[in-house]
């Protein structure tokens, strides 16, 4: 039995397409008995990372309770990570970028020492026997073009922290037509529905 790890960071609420996609990949997840942990970034946001919390995340010794309770917030979703066989994020793109909520998840979680070290040859991530689908939903097309700054940002960062095994799900062009956003979530299903 699988577990899977659920990140959803659209703003749009029930309007989101990145989350409809991120529900059916958590449908074929629950019918295969997997065990889902589920975080929706945008209703119950994370702190964006601050110098206080940044000095805290490190390892400081006097801290003030906010900073304690940063840091027991980014053990408890290390916790997550760690656990998951399967991480499962959403991607929507803003402004040519990730939404801040997924970024706040990623400056939580990226702690020196707890999922990434360096050694002499570089970084070396600490997660291991996790594989990663990252779920990415656009208004128009940016695949494979230098407007595609999510995709080589989140494997980078996924890969610096041991997850290697990334699978992308994309659905384009979602504002350039209703024929050819209706085209697009229907490919996205069906490469969801072969990865489950």
């Known amino acids: 039995m699988k577990n ?48 206080d919390i940044a000095l805290a995340l490190r390892g ?10 940063a840091v027991a917030l980014s053990d408890r979703l290390i916790e997550e990570l760690k656990a998951a066989d399967v991480l499962v994020m959403a991607a929507p793109m803003y402004n040519f970028s990730i939404p801040t909520q997924l970024k706040n998840w990623i400056d939580m979680v990226a702690r020196a020492g707890v999922t990434f070290k360096y050694t002499e040859q570089g970084a070396v991530g600490l997660i291991e026997n996790t594989k990663a689908v990252i779920v ?17 940002y989140l494997k980078l960062v996924l890969g610096f922290l041991g997850i290697n095994e990334v699978e992308v799900v994309y ?6 037509g209703e024929q050819f956003a209706k085209e697009q979530m229907e490919q996205a299903q069906e490469q969801i529905s072969s990865l489950i």
């Open 4 to 51: 899977v790890l659920m990140l959803k960071s659209s703003i749009l609420g029930g309007y989101s397409s990145s989350s409809a996609l991120m529900e059916k990949l958590e449908h074929g997840y629950k019918q295969q008995g997997a065990t889902i942990t589920s975080r929706d970034l945008a209703a119950e946001p994370l702190p964006v990372l601050t110098g």
């Open 60 to 69: 400081s010794d006097d801290m003030s309770e906010l900073q304690k309770q």
């Open 136 to 152: 990415t939903t656009r208004g128009g097309i940016h695949k494979d073009s230098a407007s595609d700054t999510q995709i080589p």
């Open 171 to 176: 659905a384009e062009a979602l504002n350039m």
